[in-house]
């Protein structure tokens, strides 16, 4: 499992000074882009490929009130790998009290024909790995 740290700024509040509700998703993909780098040096991995990631499905879960000005620990970690797509989960502590939790789907496209293709074997070996 892999942990990072993210901070609420303004910006993703509404009026009553919680997230806006599909701020979450930013937080997540935020927390899987540092999942990502912590695990493949290439330095440019999202952009010097031969296919994408695109999302899938979401889903998302709150528990607590997440608030401007907070800053919250996300876990990461793979709950499934398949042949061509993959779940990535967050779960968000806020002074160690869970608060939120993700859910996304990643599917594996060319970038060239954007039709499904089978998990890179580098992908797919690191993904298992972080398997839980």
Do not use: W
Request: charged share 25%; hydrophobic share 40%; glycine share 2%.
């Amino acid at each position: 499992m892999y942990t990072t740290k993210i901070k609420v700024y303004f910006y993703d509040g509404d009026p009553a000074g919680i997230i806006f509700y599909a701020n979450i998703f930013r937080f997540a993909h935020v927390a899987f882009e540092d999942f990502i780098r912590s695990q493949i040096t290439h330095r440019d991995y999202f952009f010097d490929r031969e296919y994408s990631l695109p999302v899938l499905h979401t889903e998302a879960d709150y528990t607590r009130p997440i608030k401007i000005g907070d800053e919250l620990l996300a876990e990461v970690f793979i709950s499934q790998v398949r042949n061509s797509s993959f779940e990535v989960c967050c779960r968000f502590f806020q002074d160690d009290q869970f608060a939120a939790s993700t859910k996304t789907v990643h599917v594996c496209v060319s970038k060239k024909t954007f039709e499904k293709i089978a998990l890179p074997e580098e992908l797919t070996r690191m993904l298992n790995a972080n398997l839980m």
